[in-house]
């Protein structure tokens, strides 16, 4: 029995309680979690309540009869019309059969069939429901998302990014990708996910930082039991099932408390783990790739991140350089997000004049690819037609150069803290203290920034 099997969710609605009892003793021997109910009319708002991966019902009960059941699934609002409904029936008509699956039903059996019968036509149920839900969720991931994913790696930086990961790829091994803000560590990972062999959507993505607390971290990763925790009426299964043997991406991890990442440094040893307020030990089949922003060497040193779980994830890490360093590949990204952003517009696709492309490869873009982007969707949508020039660009930063060249060592040298004490000043009149936008010019969290403020009595 896999753990797809074991973990499916079965609601029985069938009014005859000596059979009732009889099927959900054979189906829970056979692995299923089965919910009996006795009435088609308090099925409907239960299927509105909880996830069941499928429906078993009889088709004449009092009340609501198995095929009016049948067709509020398949149109009810706020039911999922998509959970497959094997109807059950003493009657043997193969008029009956042929209605309830114009209805929309997955199958038909028989009250008489043998236990193994009955199991096996609902395994191969479950198999085509779940084929048929991964390519709907791929076709629709397909559909929503702007192929920018594409990686562009023109410049030495991305090239040996890229020789990196290839050589990471095929491995099991847990890759931390590191870089700023903005510089593309999800389409890393992704790239990483599709050079891995894995299923394509078997793809699992969670951002830390949406989860602050604890229970909301542990519950969406690790899943719950009903009662682990208020509000926890039903049994959830986390993020690490859900991946099964794809990949599950944690997106800033450094945000994770010490408590959470205790949790996961366990799992990551391990390869075990349990739901919340559960007992049972499960199996970590999915491959873990984390990313952050921020320095965790000196989240170690400052106390913020664990030193074990830093070790343990720094194994193999991956280091994706800012676009700054990387203009090479701005000419190129711009062309390719042009087209994408086109085709989703339905818009023509805009070339770029020589002193447009010169600016671009001259920005310090603080915001890296993703600015670039916004950039790129910004000229398209403006309704502007012809080739982009300069004065176009709605560019905020300085230059990369001058970036680099707007402070000058006094010949006799400072001190390192004045240096920083300036820096941090001028970024925070520059946006009149607000500290959001001044920590995204220092490049650094606002946390970070408000720790030199304070450290350098800097208030407005």
């Given at each position: 029995?896999?753990?797809f099997?074991?973990?499916?969710?079965?609601?029985?609605?069938?009014?005859d309680?000596?059979?009732?009892q009889?099927?959900?003793?054979?189906l829970?021997?056979?692995?299923?979690a089965?919910?009996?109910?006795?009435?088609?009319?308090?099925?409907?708002?239960?299927?509105?309540?909880k996830?069941?991966?499928?429906?078993l019902?009889?088709?004449k009960?009092?009340?609501m009869?198995?095929?009016?059941?049948?067709e509020?699934?398949?149109?009810?609002?706020?039911?999922?019309?998509d959970?497959?409904?094997?109807?059950?029936?003493?009657?043997?008509?193969?008029?009956?059969?042929?209605?309830?699956?114009r209805?929309?039903?997955?199958?038909y059996?028989?009250?008489?069939?043998?236990?193994?019968?009955?199991?096996?036509r609902?395994?191969?149920?479950?198999?085509?429901?779940?084929?048929r839900?991964e390519?709907?969720?791929?076709?629709?991931r397909?559909?929503?998302?702007?192929?920018?994913?594409?990686?562009?790696?023109?410049?030495p930086?991305?090239?040996a990014?890229?020789?990196?990961?290839?050589?990471?790829?095929?491995?099991?091994?847990?890759?931390?990708?590191?870089?700023?803000?903005?510089?593309?560590?999800?389409?890393i990972?992704r790239?990483?996910?599709r050079?891995?062999?894995?299923?394509?959507?078997?793809w699992?993505a969670?951002?830390?930082?949406a989860?602050?607390?604890?229970?909301?971290?542990?519950s969406e990763?690790?899943?719950?039991?009903r009662?682990?925790?208020?509000?926890?009426?039903?049994?959830?299964?986390?993020?690490?099932?859900?991946a099964?043997?794809?990949t599950?991406?944690?997106?800033?991890?450094?945000?994770?408390?010490?408590?959470?990442?205790?949790?996961?440094?366990?799992?990551?040893?391990?390869?075990?783990?349990?739901?919340?307020?559960?007992t049972?030990?499960l199996?970590?089949?999915?491959r873990?790739?984390?990313?952050?922003n921020?320095?965790?060497?000196?989240?170690?040193?400052?106390?913020?991140?664990?030193?074990?779980?830093?070790?343990?994830?720094?194994v193999?890490?991956v280091?994706?350089?800012?676009?700054?360093?990387?203009a090479?590949?701005?000419?190129?990204?711009?062309?390719?997000?042009?087209?994408?952003?086109?085709?989703?517009?339905?818009?023509?696709?805009?070339?770029?004049s020589p002193?447009?492309?010169?600016?671009?490869?001259?920005?310090?873009?603080?915001g890296?690819?993703?600015e670039?982007?916004?950039?790129?969707?910004?000229l398209?949508?403006?309704?502007r037609t012809?080739?982009?020039e300069?004065?176009?660009?709605?560019?905020?930063?300085?230059s990369?150069?001058?970036?680099?060249?707007?402070?000058?060592?006094?010949?006799?040298?400072?001190?390192?803290e004045?240096?920083?004490?300036?820096?941090?000043?001028q970024?925070?009149?520059r946006?009149?203290?607000?500290?959001?936008?001044?920590?995204k010019?220092?490049?650094?969290?606002?946390?970070?920034?408000?720790?030199?403020?304070?450290?350098y009595?800097?208030?407005?």
């Amino acid at each position: 029995m896999t753990a797809f099997e074991r973990e499916t969710e079965i609601l029985l609605v069938e009014d005859d309680p000596r059979f009732a009892q009889r099927l959900k003793r054979n189906l829970e021997g056979a692995g299923f979690a089965v919910e009996w109910l006795e009435r088609g009319d308090t099925a409907l708002p239960r299927i509105g309540e909880k996830a069941f991966h499928l429906l078993l019902t009889d088709i004449k009960m009092p009340g609501m009869s198995g095929l009016e059941l049948l067709e509020a699934v398949k149109s009810k609002p706020g039911v999922d019309p998509d959970l497959p409904v094997v109807m059950l029936t003493s009657i043997d008509s193969v008029e009956t059969a042929v209605q309830a699956m114009r209805l929309g039903a997955s199958d038909y059996l028989k009250k008489d069939a043998e236990r193994d019968e009955i199991v096996q036509r609902i395994l191969k149920v479950l198999a085509e429901a779940r084929v048929r839900r991964e390519n709907l969720d791929l076709r629709a991931r397909l559909s929503a998302e702007i192929d920018i994913g594409a990686v562009v790696a023109l410049s030495p930086a991305m090239s040996a990014v890229m020789a990196e990961i290839r050589e990471l790829a095929p491995t099991p091994a847990t890759i931390l990708i590191q870089g700023e803000t903005g510089v593309g560590k999800e389409v890393i990972a992704r790239e990483i996910h599709r050079l891995s062999g894995r299923r394509p959507e078997q793809w699992v993505a969670i951002n830390c930082a949406a989860l602050p607390e604890d229970d909301k971290f542990q519950s969406e990763v690790f899943g719950h039991e009903r009662g682990a925790f208020t509000g926890a009426t039903e049994r959830k299964r986390g993020q690490f099932e859900q991946a099964e043997e794809g990949t599950l991406f944690l997106d800033e991890v450094g945000e994770l408390s010490l408590d959470s990442q205790s949790k996961l440094l366990r799992v990551l040893e391990t390869g075990e783990f349990t739901r919340m307020g559960g007992t049972q030990t499960l199996r970590l089949r999915a491959r873990i790739l984390l990313a952050t922003n921020k320095d965790l060497r000196r989240e170690v040193q400052e106390g913020r991140f664990r030193n074990d779980l830093f070790f343990r994830i720094s194994v193999a890490p991956v280091t994706i350089p800012p676009l700054r360093l990387r203009a090479e590949d701005i000419d190129s990204l711009c062309r390719t997000m042009m087209a994408d952003f086109s085709r989703r517009y339905g818009k023509a696709a805009r070339s770029f004049s020589p002193a447009a492309m010169e600016r671009l490869g001259q920005y310090s873009w603080p915001g890296n690819v993703r600015e670039l982007r916004n950039v790129i969707e910004g000229l398209l949508i403006r309704g502007r037609t012809g080739g982009v020039e300069p004065g176009e660009l709605r560019l905020e930063g300085p230059s990369a150069h001058e970036a680099a060249a707007g402070f000058q060592l006094p010949e006799a040298g400072m001190p390192l803290e004045e240096i920083e004490r300036a820096a941090v000043r001028q970024a925070l009149e520059r946006t009149d203290y607000n500290q959001t936008a001044a920590a995204k010019l220092l490049h650094i969290s606002p946390d970070r920034l408000a720790a030199r403020m304070k450290k350098y009595g800097l208030h407005k």
